[in-house]
């Protein structure tokens, strides 16, 4: 069982780098896109994911935390699996795809380490909601990008 303190520094790292990994997918696809809508959609998300970033910088100072940056191995390895994926096809919904699926793995990291402290501070479960009705509101998003009948593949 963590204490107060530890919940507090688990839950804003992970929120940090989470936060911190969106931005680099998504500045990774950006120039891959020629779709200007996707860019403008994307970008958006993109700045709402650096306010959390920021947030998280802030409460770490107030609460002399360290946050723990994430690793060029990390930022190599999804750089590199987001090029490959669109090596051959860079249609908004395969970038839409490759965003969906690493929306998915990282909402999932932030509700259980939400769930595994339950003791942090107020701000920090706060921020922890915020980031994940972001992440389901971009996943919702990148849905509906995905569900568009315009970038479905010909199959003639």
Request: with cysteine; hydrophobic share 35%.
């Amino acid at each position: 069982m963590k204490n107060k303190n530890e919940c507090n520094e688990t839950l804003l790292n992970t929120l940090y780098k989470v936060s911190k990994l969106s931005m680099n997918s998504i500045e990774d696809v950006l120039p891959l896109t020629k779709d200007k809508i996707f860019q403008t959609t994307i970008s958006e998300v993109h700045s709402k994911y650096e306010v959390i970033k920021k947030e998280c910088e802030m409460i770490a100072k107030a609460q002399q935390i360290t946050l723990t940056p994430v690793d060029c191995i990390t930022k190599f390895k999804n750089w590199a699996n987001v090029r490959i994926d669109a090596l051959f096809d860079c249609s908004t919904q395969n970038l839409a795809k490759i965003l969906y699926g690493g929306t998915c793995c990282e909402i999932a990291e932030v509700i259980v380490d939400t769930v595994n402290c339950e003791e942090c501070e107020k701000e920090i479960y706060e921020l922890a909601e915020k980031l994940s009705n972001l992440q389901e509101h971009h996943i919702h998003t990148l849905k509906q990008i995905l569900l568009k009948k315009e970038n479905a593949p010909n199959v003639s």
